[in-house]
C-alpha cells in the first residue's frame, strides 16, 4: 500500500463498508473509491506548492469519508430500529384490536392508542431514514464531483488558482455530511 504522508494518524476510524447494509455500503464504497482516486492523483504530482495544497484539500476528503462512515452507521442502525418494529405485526394487533374497540361500543383503548403510537414512531423513523440516504446520496455525488475535479487540477501544472475553490467545496461536503451525521444521531436519540 502506498503512503500518503498528508494523512492524519490517529483518531481515524478503520472504515469497513460491509460493517453496514445496503444501501449505506454503497455510499462508502464510492465515498473510499473517491478518495482512492483523489490519493493515486495527487500521490503522481511532482512535489511543490499545488501539490501541498491539494494534500491539504486531500485531508478534508479523508475527513469526507470518515463521515460518510459515521453517517452511513447511524443510518443502518435506524433501520436496524425500524425493523425491530415489526410494523407488519404491530398493524395487524392494530386491526384486530381497532376491530374490538368498535365492537365494545367504541370505548378508549389504550392499547389501540399505544399501538397507534408506535406505527407513528415507525413512520418517523421510516421518513428520516429515507430522507438520510437521499441526502448521503447528493453529498456523496458532490464528493465524486470534488474528486473528480482535484484529478483535473493534478494534471495542470498551473491549476493552483481552482485550488480555493475545489477547497471550498470538499468543506461544504464535509459539513453536510456532519450535519447529516448529527441529525441522525438526534433522530436515535429522541426515539424518532
Known sequence: ?????????GRRQRIDPFGVGEPWRHYVRRALQAQARYDRAVGGMPAGPLRERLEEIGRRIEEASQECWRTAQRGDALDDAVSTLDVPAVRARLATRTGETVAAAGAADPVVASLRAQLAAAERMTAVVADARERLAVVEARLGEAVAAAVALSALA??????GRLGNEVDR???????????????????A
Do not use: C, I, N
Not at 500500500?1 to 494518524?9: E, G, I, N, V
Not at 498551473?158 to 485550488?163: C, I, L, P, R, Y
Not at 461536503?173 to 438526534?186: K, P, T
Open 1 to 9: 500500500m502506498k503512503h500518503f504522508p498528508w494523512r492524519r494518524r
Open 158 to 163: 498551473d491549476g493552483a488558482a481552482d485550488t
Open 173 to 191: 461536503v464535509v459539513e453536510e455530511l456532519a450535519a447529516l451525521s448529527s441529525a441522525l444521531d438526534e433522530t436515535r436519540a429522541l426515539g
